[in-house]
Nanobody, 114 residues
């Protein structure tokens, strides 16, 4: 059974940084394009960034230059380095495979506030 576990969230001041991790089990992680999503209170879940199995990346315009997505296929783990965080980045962050959706994990809360 596929399981996705997100971690690394927390409370940070504007301008701060966090590194999120997404650990996958029960699947051949390396074959999938993987993505980070986020859902803010009262809003729909949105795609933040994705990374193909070969390392090609795409970012939502509002996070370009601040967020970096990466993956370690040997560890079945994907990362999201988030720098210069803004209050509007506050959300629960999730990972999944956009082309082969798996059961959603519990997400990790990111709160950007002074």
């Amino acid at each position: 059974q596929v399981q996705l576990v997100e971690s690394g969230g927390g409370l940070v001041q504007p301008g701060g940084s966090l590194r999120l991790s997404c650990a996958a089990s029960g699947t051949i992680f390396s074959i999938y394009t993987m993505a980070w999503y986020r859902q803010a209170p009262g809003k729909q879940r949105e795609l933040v960034a994705h990374i193909t199995r070969s390392g090609g990346v795409m970012y939502k315009d509002s996070v370009k230059g601040r967020f970096t997505i990466s993956r370690d296929n040997a560890k079945r783990t994907m990362y999201l380095q988030m720098n210069n965080l803004k209050p509007e980045d506050t959300a629960v962050y999730y990972c999944n495979a956009p082309n082969a959706p798996m059961d959603w994990g519990q997400g990790t809360q990111v709160t950007v506030s002074s």
